[in-house]
């Protein structure tokens, strides 16, 4: 048994772990977030990733011992109270998802990518960021339309702080 | 998973120590151990976990000389400006392993620890006559890689860096398997003060080897064009569901000319 | 239409949970004492089971519970069946061998299930599974189907002689012969349509609880159709009668098909339950859902289609041997016969057809119904034919089709089904103009001088959705009527709730079918609530599968919101002491026309509930039910375009353009319909270039995880270019026809028609990966 803390979506959290627990099994079943997903045994499908000190990873590839003293944010953390992330809204505004099962780790894949590219991104980038993910029902045309369309959203507001600052 | 212990590691002396428990194996990012655990083909009785290893991250660059921390993952790599100025194929290699998240966790010393026949590195550091770095001594790369997930690695031995001088030119590019999207064929090729080395990996029925026929083309004229009318023997290739071991011939030339043109432009 | 009624782009209310990851899916459940199974199962393909000693596992820490099909068997579970009766040409019934929920004595494929273990934690259960010790005496085993017809084959079923399940057949073989002597060109082709593996992203699972006190069972599982399992659960497999058993398909992560049936799985955690005294879960890992999952496709087949002198088909012949797998699934005999072969007319005029279906048991996971379920398998012969037979009468693809269309409606063809409705040279157009069709030759050169091999293809396809009337299919052979149920509930307060028997696991139900109450009543969407998914708050329904939901569920709420509408009139018109025949709804208000007289909607409701001022005799509330029945199948139609670049070094392929030209009848909410339509694109695409089952030569499956199962990824597939066109199907009140397969139908032979296109010859067979088109490359002859 391993003894783990972490902080999870802006919270301490603590609990006693059998070591084999992987990230996203305490998460799930430990502190009840069970809006991360567990969709392959491969590490490929990304139905489970979170951000863990503000990268994204795969919480199905990670034991909970590892994760212990590190930040983690999964998607029940990403809004701000009543107020969507861009990325969510954007999710919902172009239809990104069915059935749902895929889109918390597409949406956390999708935040982590345009952190990464404040420059912007176009479609081929993208569809090539988005290899850890695997949907089955949309096809991934809406899913590039609502990212392509947050990565505007962000920028346009990223920039008009950076004005404000000015 | 079948049950483990879970050992943190704080210092390259500790984990050596830790490494004595039982049927231990070190943990570098991860990346292929935990799903071989998971899916129960892999079952050490303890993990000694090397992420927090401070001396074992970070990349130095000194004129050509490049030094890569172990524990140094495929996004550091991807985006380490210096080595981007010295040897900008390692770092279009690491931008393509894996997805970004694998990218943000997988280290390098992971990577060439595992030896994994489809994995990207081997071919790079083989290319590029790299040094491998342990705690115990060092080891050039055509002596380190064994064959299929064999490595010259002792069992508690850990790879704490690789090392390598950057070659004049250097490209990679790989044929991604269309299911795993692991290299299905991967040419790294070279062109510096020993000649040149073309590296090829997710090909050989052995693991990653050098190809005797694109080097001996290429010594001849660093390009494309020097590939034409080439062939490789499949004997000794990989067979799967994906790759015949002809078309993984077919490959090995294509992706020479493509690693070429890349090195080239 | 309104802001938020029918044809409006409305964002999805379903969405909010999903992006905030509040959506509850069966893994998410937890009930109090709640314990894991795991299954042991069947590492060969066919064995006989010799000895099962549980006793190693039984000592492990945290186990439960270790159960064999003994027991089971014993406790009067009962087999798994197939719900549909199909006869052979002699008149025969098909050969319906035994599947028990537990292997008893024989396994029959790997990954069927023998023992199940309940323990304190998944972890636990998968452990002790792994000290079952199970003798097993191997028998020779066979998977491909053509292989199991054969003569010396291993014998699977005692009740299926030579493997064989039926031989049946549709359509007129005399005639057909007839016509084919007398054709100019007969076009012969052999297909193969690749084994695929639905792979909804949510693996399987289930979660059993008996309750000793209520002597009750409630089972949470990832189901397209609780009723039917509950029906199915009840009155074949003696799990409980239909009163003792709730099932709850809560948000379920997608389906296409491989979540309608019921599989030992969900059986055995509610037996177990009883059994052991605590609730059970049990969730499939990824490995798991490939090797149990029911598979899709899966036929070999030989065409024979004949033209007159003026490229006029005269007869079709169609001979196919479908793999159904080492048992029989849920409606296994149904796809490759009434799903299949009645569609093999097309979009074609074709005055005789004849299709022969023989089915096959083979050591191979159960193969039912994925997305399209035979009309995909159908589309592909006869688009694959089309294309090759103007390649061989040196004629343009397009023509050929056009000038066999089918002009007039209703159209009988025959194969039993009659068109009501469509305009295929619309699509064909449509298609062809936002693909630049013509400018084709311009763009092959160019990609010609930068070493790019370029290829168009098309396909023409046409489907049958909403499987009906009852009586029809039962004549069929199907075990159960084809209809659907609603329920409306008008609050006191105004608010609605429909209750439908659909259930919606992505295609937002939630959202669609609340647009269609805000444009009969003007009701806002927050104000209208869709239940669906619990056999204890609907009372009855037949689930979403067969693109049925729009076309059969809408219909039926159309039905039951007519009675509602009506009693409120009455109420109305009590109230504004005005005549029925003048209240009209609008915006909300019960209306007298043509004056300012109104009553709002809310108050309305008010009254029928207090019941103060109601007309005489009228009964207080406000809520009614409605069955509905369709008089036909609906007819989705339309034309998908594919063009390709090949690189000839690799042999990889790329989509550099897909257009899909769709007839759906009236569309509900655009917005939705379109991502049905990219999502059956992908998977279409995925069968025909990515996808593919394996098994080797032991019955073991190679593909079994996304290593090496290649499942569709953003960077394989480009943005799609989709349009409608709209003929309303006449056979229901809202004109729907479907839209959910229509992707996955049409869009494997336009990619392959591309393909060989670029190759120039047809030697190709799908999935079309890299290593096959490189190869095709250096082989085949040119056309």
């Not at chain 3, 608010?495 to 609340?514: P, R």
């Not at chain 3, 939901?549 to 709420?557: N, W």
């Not at chain 3, 509330?621 to 199948?633: I, M, Q, R, V, W």
């Given at each position: 048994m391993?003894e783990?803390?972490?902080?999870?979506?802006?919270?301490?959290?603590?609990?006693?772990?059998?070591?084999?627990?992987?990230?996203?099994?305490?998460?799930?079943?430990?502190?009840?977030?069970?809006?991360?997903?567990?969709?392959?045994?491969?590490?490929?499908?990304?139905?489970?990733?979170?951000?863990?000190?503000?990268?994204?990873?795969?919480?199905?590839?990670?034991?909970?011992?590892?994760?212990?003293?590190?930040?983690?944010?999964?998607?029940?953390?990403?809004?701000?109270?009543?107020?969507?992330?861009?990325?969510?809204?954007?999710?919902?505004?172009?239809?990104?998802?069915?059935?749902?099962?895929?889109?918390?780790?597409?949406?956390?894949?999708?935040?982590?990518?345009?952190?990464?590219?404040?420059?912007?991104?176009?479609?081929?980038?993208?569809?090539?960021?988005?290899?850890?993910?695997?949907?089955?029902?949309?096809?991934?045309?809406?899913?590039?339309?609502?990212?392509?369309?947050?990565?505007?959203?962000?920028?346009?507001?990223?920039?008009?702080?950076?004005?404000?600052?000015? | 998973?079948?049950?483990?212990?879970?050992?943190?590691?704080?210092?390259?002396?500790?984990?050596?120590?830790?490494?004595?428990?039982?049927?231990?194996?070190?943990?570098?990012?991860?990346?292929?151990?935990?799903?071989?655990?998971?899916?129960?083909?892999?079952?050490?009785?303890?993990?000694?976990?090397?992420?927090?290893?401070?001396?074992?991250?970070?990349?130095?660059v000194?004129?050509?000389?490049?030094?890569?921390?172990?524990?140094?993952?495929?996004?550091?790599?991807a985006?380490?400006?210096?080595?981007?100025?010295?040897?900008?194929?390692?770092?279009?290699?690491?931008?393509?392993?894996?997805?970004?998240?694998?990218?943000?966790?997988?280290?390098?010393?992971?990577?060439?620890?595992?030896?994994?026949?489809?994995?990207?590195?081997?071919?790079?550091?083989?290319?590029?006559?790299?040094?491998?770095?342990?705690n115990?001594?060092?080891?050039?790369?055509?002596?380190?890689?064994?064959?299929?997930?064999?490595?010259?690695?002792?069992?508690?031995?850990?790879?704490?860096?690789?090392?390598?001088?950057?070659?004049?030119?250097?490209?990679?590019?790989?044929?991604?398997?269309?299911?795993?999207r692991?290299?299905?064929?991967?040419v790294?090729?070279?062109?510096?003060?020993?000649?040149?080395?073309?590296?090829?990996?997710?090909?050989?029925?052995?693991?990653?080897?050098?190809?005797?026929?694109?080097?001996?083309?290429?010594?001849k004229?660093?390009?494309?064009?020097?590939?034409?009318?080439?062939?490789?023997?499949?004997?000794?290739?990989?067979?799967?569901?994906?790759?015949?071991?002809?078309?993984?011939?077919?490959?090995?030339?294509?992706?020479a000319?493509?690693?070429?043109?890349?090195?080239?432009? | 239409?309104?802001?938020?009624?029918?044809?409006?782009?409305?964002?999805?209310?379903?969405?909010?949970?999903?992006?905030?990851?509040?959506?509850?899916?069966?893994?998410?459940?937890?009930?109090?004492?709640?314990?894991?199974?795991?299954?042991?199962?069947?590492?060969?393909?066919?064995?006989?089971?010799?000895?099962?000693?549980?006793?190693?596992?039984?000592?492990?820490?945290?186990?439960?519970?270790?159960?064999?099909?003994?027991?089971?068997?014993?406790?009067?579970?009962?087999?798994?069946?197939?719900?549909?009766?199909i006869?052979?040409?002699?008149?025969?019934?098909?050969k319906?061998?035994?599947?028990?929920?537990?292997?008893?004595?024989?396994?029959?494929?790997?990954?069927?299930?023998?023992?199940?273990?309940?323990?304190?934690?998944?972890?636990?259960?998968?452990?002790?599974?792994?000290?079952?010790?199970?003798?097993?005496?191997?028998?020779?085993?066979?998977?491909?189907?053509?292989?199991?017809?054969?003569?010396?084959?291993?014998?699977?079923?005692?009740?299926?002689?030579?493997?064989?399940?039926?031989?049946?057949g549709?359509?007129?073989?005399?005639a057909?012969?007839?016509?084919?002597?007398?054709?100019?060109?007969?076009?012969?082709?052999?297909?193969?349509?690749?084994?695929?593996?639905?792979?909804?992203?949510?693996?399987?699972?289930?979660?059993?609880?008996?309750?000793?006190?209520?002597?009750?069972?409630?089972?949470?599982?990832?189901?397209?159709?609780?009723?039917?399992?509950?029906?199915?659960?009840?009155?074949?497999?003696?799990?409980?009668?239909?009163?003792?058993?709730?099932?709850?398909?809560?948000?379920?992560?997608?389906?296409?098909?491989?979540?309608?049936?019921?599989?030992?799985?969900?059986?055995?955690?509610?037996?177990?339950?009883?059994?052991?005294?605590?609730?059970?879960?049990?969730?499939?890992?990824?490995?798991?859902?490939?090797?149990?999952?029911?598979?899709?496709?899966?036929?070999?087949?030989?065409?024979?289609?004949?033209?007159?002198?003026?490229?006029?088909?005269?007869?079709?012949?169609?001979?196919?041997?479908?793999?159904?797998?080492?048992?029989?699934?849920?409606?296994?005999?149904?796809?490759?016969?009434?799903?299949?072969?009645?569609?093999?007319?097309?979009?074609?005029?074709?005055?005789?057809?004849?299709?022969?279906?023989?089915?096959?048991?083979?050591?191979?996971?159960?193969?039912?119904?994925?997305?399209?379920?035979?009309?995909p398998?159908?589309?592909?012969?006869?688009?694959?034919?089309?294309?090759?037979?103007?390649?061989?009468?040196?004629?343009?693809?397009?023509?050929?089709?056009?000038?066999?269309?089918?002009?007039?409606?209703?159209?009988?063809?025959?194969?039993?089904?009659?068109?009501?409705?469509?305009?295929?040279?619309?699509?064909?157009?449509?298609?062809?103009?936002?693909?630049?069709?013509?400018?084709?030759?311009?763009?092959?050169?160019?990609?010609?001088?930068?070493?790019?091999?370029?290829?168009?293809?098309?396909?023409c396809?046409?489907?049958?959705?909403?499987?009906?009337?009852?009586?029809?299919?039962?004549?069929?052979?199907?075990?159960?009527?084809?209809?659907?149920?609603?329920?409306?509930?008008?609050?006191?307060?105004?608010?609605?709730?429909?209750?439908?028997?659909?259930?919606?696991?992505?295609?937002?139900?939630?959202?669609?079918?609340?647009?269609?109450?805000?444009?009969?009543?003007?009701?806002?969407?927050?104000?209208?609530?869709?239940?669906h998914?619990?056999?204890?708050k609907?009372?009855?329904?037949m689930?979403?599968?067969?693109?049925?939901?729009?076309?059969?569920?809408?219909?039926?709420?159309?039905?039951?919101?007519?009675?509602?509408e009506?009693?409120?009139?009455?109420?109305?018109?009590?109230?504004?002491?005005?005549?029925?025949?003048?209240?009209?709804?609008?915006?909300?208000?019960?209306?007298?026309?043509?004056?300012?007289?109104?009553?709002?909607?809310f108050?309305?409701?008010?009254?029928?509930?207090?019941?103060?001022?109601?007309?005489?005799?009228?009964?207080?509330?406000?809520?009614?039910t409605?069955?509905?029945?369709?008089?036909?199948?609906?007819?989705?139609?339309?034309?998908?375009?594919?063009?390709?670049?090949?690189?000839?070094?690799?042999?990889?392929?790329?989509?550099?353009?897909?257009?899909?030209?769709?007839?759906?009848?009236?569309?509900?909410?655009?917005?939705?319909?379109e991502?049905?339509?990219?999502?059956?694109?992908?998977?279409?695409?995925?069968?025909?270039?990515?996808?593919?089952?394996?098994?080797?030569?032991?019955?073991?499956?190679?593909?079994?995880?996304?290593?090496?199962?290649?499942?569709?990824?953003?960077?394989?597939?480009?943005?799609?270019?989709?349009?409608?066109?709209?003929?309303?199907?006449?056979?229901?009140?809202?004109?729907?026809?479907?839209?959910?397969?229509?992707?996955?139908?049409?869009?494997?032979?336009?990619?392959?028609?591309?393909?060989?296109?670029?190759?120039?010859h047809?030697n190709?067979?799908?999935?079309?990966?890299?290593?096959?088109?490189?190869a095709?490359?250096?082989?085949?002859?040119?056309?």
């Amino acid at each position: 048994m391993s003894e783990v803390s972490l902080v999870v979506n802006g919270r301490k959290v603590s609990g006693a772990v059998e070591d084999r627990t992987l990230l996203v099994h305490f998460l799930r079943e430990h502190l009840g977030l069970t809006g991360t997903h567990v969709g392959c045994d491969t590490s490929q499908c990304g139905a489970c990733v979170v951000h863990v000190d503000g990268k994204a990873m795969k919480s199905c590839t990670m034991l909970a011992a590892q994760a212990s003293g590190s930040t983690v944010t999964t998607i029940e953390g990403l809004a701000n109270g009543a107020d969507l992330h861009p990325v969510q809204a954007a999710f919902k505004e172009h239809h990104g998802l069915q059935c749902g099962f895929c889109t918390p780790g597409m949406i956390m894949t999708a935040t982590d990518m345009i952190r990464r590219h404040p420059e912007g991104l176009d479609e081929a980038t993208v569809r090539a960021e988005l290899e850890g993910n695997i949907c089955r029902c949309t096809g991934y045309h809406n899913i590039v339309k609502a990212i392509l369309a947050a990565s505007k959203t962000m920028s346009k507001a990223s920039k008009s702080k950076a004005k404000k600052a000015a | 998973m079948y049950s483990v212990n879970y050992h943190r590691a704080t210092s390259v002396v500790d984990a050596v120590k830790k490494i004595k428990t039982g049927d231990a194996k070190y943990l570098s990012g991860g990346m292929t151990l935990i799903p071989a655990m998971k899916t129960r083909l892999a079952a050490p009785s303890d993990l000694v976990d090397l992420n927090h290893i401070a001396d074992l991250k970070g990349i130095k660059v000194s004129g050509k000389t490049v030094t890569i921390g172990a524990a140094t993952t495929h996004f550091d790599v991807a985006n380490d400006e210096k080595l981007m100025k010295v040897c900008p194929a390692l770092c279009a290699l690491a931008s393509h392993i894996g997805d970004p998240a694998v990218r943000h966790r997988g280290t390098i010393g992971g990577s060439v620890a595992n030896n994994d026949p489809a994995a990207d590195y081997p071919s790079a550091l083989l290319a590029l006559g790299a040094t491998i770095v342990t705690n115990k001594r060092q080891l050039a790369a055509d002596k380190f890689f064994k064959g299929l997930f064999e490595t010259a690695l002792k069992d508690d031995e850990i790879v704490t860096a690789v090392t390598f001088s950057a070659p004049a030119k250097a490209g990679y590019a790989k044929f991604p398997n269309p299911a795993s999207r692991y290299a299905m064929t991967g040419v790294f090729v070279t062109k510096g003060k020993e000649g040149v080395r073309a590296a090829v990996t997710g090909a050989g029925d052995d693991g990653v080897f050098r190809s005797k026929e694109v080097e001996a083309a290429l010594t001849k004229k660093f390009e494309a064009s020097a590939l034409e009318g080439v062939s490789v023997p499949s004997k000794n290739l990989m067979a799967d569901l994906h790759a015949s071991p002809e078309y993984r011939a077919n490959l090995v030339v294509v992706m020479a000319k493509r690693a070429v043109m890349a090195a080239n432009a | 239409m309104g802001i938020e009624g029918i044809g409006a782009r409305v964002a999805r209310k379903e969405d909010k949970r999903f992006i905030t990851g509040a959506g509850r899916y069966v893994d998410d459940m937890v009930v109090p004492g709640m314990k894991h199974a795991a299954f042991v199962r069947s590492p060969h393909a066919h064995a006989d089971i010799k000895k099962i000693d549980v006793k190693a596992a039984e000592a492990m820490p945290g186990v439960i519970g270790v159960l064999t099909g003994k027991q089971l068997k014993a406790d009067g579970i009962g087999n798994l069946i197939c719900g549909w009766m199909i006869h052979s040409k002699d008149g025969s019934p098909m050969k319906m061998g035994a599947w028990s929920p537990l292997a008893v004595d024989r396994v029959r494929y790997v990954g069927d299930a023998v023992v199940v273990v309940v323990a304190e934690t998944k972890g636990q259960a998968r452990d002790a599974a792994e000290a079952v010790e199970i003798t097993y005496k191997e028998r020779k085993s066979v998977s491909d189907a053509v292989e199991a017809l054969g003569k010396g084959a291993p014998q699977l079923h005692p009740e299926a002689d030579g493997n064989l399940i039926f031989d049946w057949g549709i359509g007129d073989a005399a005639a057909t012969d007839a016509a084919l002597k007398t054709a100019a060109h007969i076009t012969r082709v052999n297909i193969v349509n690749n084994r695929l593996v639905p792979n909804a992203m949510e693996p399987r699972a289930a979660l059993g609880h008996y309750d000793k006190a209520e002597d009750h069972y409630t089972c949470w599982t990832t189901s397209q159709n609780p009723h039917v399992a509950r029906l199915v659960m009840s009155a074949f497999y003696n799990v409980a009668p239909e009163n003792k058993l709730r099932v709850i398909a809560p948000d379920v992560g997608g389906g296409f098909g491989s979540k309608i049936y019921i599989y030992p799985e969900e059986i055995v955690c509610l037996w177990a339950s009883k059994k052991t005294g605590v609730p059970v879960k049990w969730v499939a890992d990824r490995t798991e859902s490939f090797l149990t999952d029911a598979h899709g496709r899966d036929h070999h087949t030989t065409v024979e289609m004949g033209f007159d002198k003026n490229n006029k088909i005269v007869g079709l012949k169609v001979d196919t041997i479908a793999n159904l797998g080492a048992y029989m699934s849920l409606f296994s005999s149904a796809t490759p016969t009434y799903l299949y072969a009645t569609l093999l007319s097309g979009q074609y005029n074709i005055p005789a057809i004849y299709g022969n279906v023989r089915t096959v048991y083979t050591n191979t996971a159960p193969v039912d119904a994925y997305r399209g379920a035979g009309r995909p398998e159908a589309t592909f012969v006869l688009e694959r034919t089309m294309e090759i037979a103007a390649r061989e009468l040196g004629v343009s693809p397009a023509e050929l089709r056009r000038s066999n269309f089918v002009t007039a409606f209703p159209h009988q063809t025959p194969v039993i089904m009659c068109y009501d409705a469509g305009d295929y040279g619309t699509s064909l157009d449509a298609a062809m103009k936002q693909a630049d069709y013509a400018g084709f030759a311009k763009r092959k050169a160019a990609a010609a001088k930068k070493g790019k091999l370029r290829g168009i293809g098309m396909s023409c396809y046409i489907e049958a959705c909403g499987i009906a009337p009852s009586a029809a299919v039962g004549s069929l052979g199907a075990g159960v009527g084809l209809w659907e149920s609603a329920e409306v509930r008008v609050n006191a307060v105004g608010t609605i709730e429909v209750l439908t028997g659909s259930h919606s696991h992505g295609q937002g139900h939630e959202t669609t079918f609340a647009q269609l109450v805000n444009s009969r009543f003007g009701v806002p969407l927050d104000s209208v609530s869709i239940v669906h998914g619990d056999t204890d708050k609907v009372q009855m329904g037949m689930g979403t599968y067969g693109s049925r939901s729009g076309a059969v569920g809408m219909s039926a709420i159309v039905k039951a919101l007519d009675k509602v509408e009506a009693k409120a009139k009455k109420i109305a018109a009590h109230l504004l002491e005005a005549d029925e025949g003048d209240i009209v709804i609008e915006n909300g208000q019960l209306k007298v026309a043509g004056t300012d007289k109104n009553v709002p909607w809310f108050q309305m409701a008010l009254a029928a509930y207090t019941a103060h001022n109601l007309p005489q005799g009228m009964e207080p509330g406000l809520k009614e039910t409605a069955f509905y029945d369709p008089s036909n199948f609906t007819f989705p139609a339309g034309c998908y375009i594919c063009e390709v670049e090949i690189d000839p070094e690799t042999g990889k392929t790329d989509i550099v353009q897909f257009v899909a030209a769709d007839d759906f009848g009236n569309i509900i909410n655009p917005m939705i319909v379109e991502g049905q339509v990219h999502g059956g694109i992908a998977q279409g695409v995925g069968q025909a270039l990515l996808e593919g089952a394996i098994y080797d030569g032991s019955g073991q499956l190679l593909t079994a995880s996304y290593m090496d199962y290649t499942m569709p990824r953003a960077d394989d597939l480009p943005s799609f270019q989709i349009s409608t066109s709209n003929t309303p199907c006449p056979g229901n009140p809202l004109g729907i026809k479907g839209c959910g397969e229509a992707g996955a139908i049409g869009s494997p032979p336009a990619v392959i028609n591309a393909i060989t296109d670029a190759l120039g010859h047809e030697n190709l067979t799908m999935p079309a990966t890299p290593q096959k088109v490189w190869a095709a490359l250096r082989s085949g002859s040119k056309h």
